[in-house]
Structures are given as structure tokens and as C-alpha cells.
């Protein structure tokens, strides 16, 4: 099994609101990546995680917080955001951080009104 | 600091048609290239990679060569097929910053008419 899941596809959210955004895989990757990717754009490194732990915070706003329950699994809780936050926010993964063969989720594709 | 430099899209072939899509590359030594893939509506897939100089990734009838000399890694296509239609991006390792942290090239889009 090489798929990385995302829950959900879509997701609209006020700027009050306070939503999850979640991601799965089940490769035994143990390095975990959150991007920002607008429209005609590459993505931008948001998160990483390494065995669980978080590794590197690319000087992402405290409106977003994200949480490695486990191994397999990756959240980014999302409060108070603004409408520029809107974007495809992407999971990856990969065997470790030092390994740049990165496996990607199909993306949530976030509107915040 | 590191960087890689696509050639701008979009790029319009016709069916059957030979791609080239330019990527050239600046950083110190000589990392890790990658071609990542995005289709319409999904998430990035990784196509193909090369680990040193003179190396040559391939996959789905894709193929780049890690040129050292020409700084390069230019993305080939012999016969482009209408489900080719994507987006392309060139990258290479960030080793001088986090780990783990890829510099894509801007992307160029590819569109394939029957």
C-alpha cells in the first residue's frame, strides 16, 4: 500500500470556525509532512514531523497547529483563519526526513469565507 | 542559496507529439533530482529521480539525465499521450535548510490535445 489518505476532499470554513484537517498512511514512513499549495503555484513546506515529533515549523501562524497522534496519522487543526488561508493544503510522507522520496495525499482543498 | 529554474508553461502538444521541459538547477555538490507530477485534481506524484551524476530516472516512458556539467535534469517524453496532461515540477533536496524540505521549480504546466 503506497497511498497517503486525506480527509476531507473539501472543506469551507468561516473565520470563526475551528476544523481538522486529517491525514493517514500506512507505508511505516516515519517522516510526515504538512504543504500549503495556492493555484499555479509549487507547494510550501508548512510542517515535518519526524518519528512523531515535530522536526521543523516553516514560521507557520500559530492559527495553525498540527498534531501526530501516531506513526500513521497526521492532523493540522485549523482556528481563526483568514481568507488568504485559503489554498490545497497537502499530507506527505516519507521513510525518514532524510529521504526526499516523497509520497503525497490527493489534498483538502480549503476555502475560508 | 539553492535553487532550480523550469521553463515556463504552459505547453500546448499534440497527441503523440516529443516533450522537453527544461529544468537546470544551482546548489553546492551534487544533490539528489527529482521530477514530481501533479494531475489535475490529486496530490504531487514522485515520476522519477536520479541519485548522481550521469544517471538517467525513468518511468512511464519519462526520462531526465542528471547532467552535471550543464547543471541539468531536462524532462523527455518520446510519444505524449492526452492523460499526460499535468503539471511538472523539478526539485531537488534543500540540504542547506530543514530537512526534509524540498525547492521546487515553479511547475510547468503540460496540455495534450487528441
Known amino acids: 500500500d503506497t497511498e497517503v489518505t486525506q480527509t476531507p476532499k473539501h472543506l469551507v470554513m468561516g473565520m470563526t470556525n475551528k476544523k481538522s484537517l486529517k491525514c493517514e498512511q500506512h507505508?511505516?514512513?516515519?517522516?510526515m509532512y504538512w504543504y500549503k499549495q495556492k493555484a499555479k503555484k509549487p507547494p510550501e513546506l508548512m510542517f515535518v514531523?519526524?518519528?512523531?515529533?515535530?522536526?521543523i515549523n516553516e514560521s507557520v501562524p500559530s492559527r495553525f497547529s498540527p498534531e501526530c497522534p501516531n506513526s500513521s496519522l497526521l492532523n493540522l487543526h485549523l482556528h481563526a483563519l483568514q481568507p488568504e488561508d485559503s489554498a490545497l493544503y497537502l499530507c506527505?510522507?516519507?521513510?525518514?526526513?532524510?529521504?526526499?522520496?516523497?509520497?503525497f495525499g490527493p489534498g483538502t482543498r480549503l476555502t475560508v469565507t | 542559496g539553492d535553487s532550480v529554474t523550469q521553463m515556463e508553461g504552459p505547453v500546448t502538444l499534440s497527441e503523440e507529439a516529443f516533450l522537453t521541459i527544461n529544468c537546470t538547477y544551482t546548489?553546492?555538490?551534487?544533490?539528489?533530482l527529482f521530477w514530481y507530477v501533479q494531475y489535475p485534481g490529486e496530490g504531487l506524484q514522485l515520476l522519477l529521480k536520479?541519485?548522481?551524476?550521469?544517471d538517467k530516472g525513468s518511468n512511464k516512458g519519462f526520462e531526465a539525465t542528471y547532467r552535471k556539467e550543464t547543471t541539468s535534469f531536462h524532462l523527455e517524453k518520446g510519444s505524449v499521450q492526452v492523460s499526460d496532461s499535468a503539471v511538472y515540477f523539478c526539485?531537488?533536496?534543500?540540504?542547506?535548510?530543514?530537512?526534509?524540505?524540498?525547492?521546487f521549480g515553479k511547475g510547468t504546466k503540460l496540455s495534450v490535445k487528441p
Open positions: 506527505a510522507s516519507s521513510q525518514v526526513s532524510s529521504s526526499y522520496e516523497q509520497y
Open positions: 507505508m511505516g514512513h516515519r517522516a
Open positions: 514531523y519526524s518519528y512523531e515529533k515535530l522536526s
Open positions: 546548489a553546492t555538490g551534487y544533490p539528489s
Open positions: 536520479a541519485t548522481k551524476a550521469d
Open positions: 526539485a531537488l533536496p534543500n540540504y542547506g535548510g530543514s530537512q526534509g524540505n524540498l525547492i
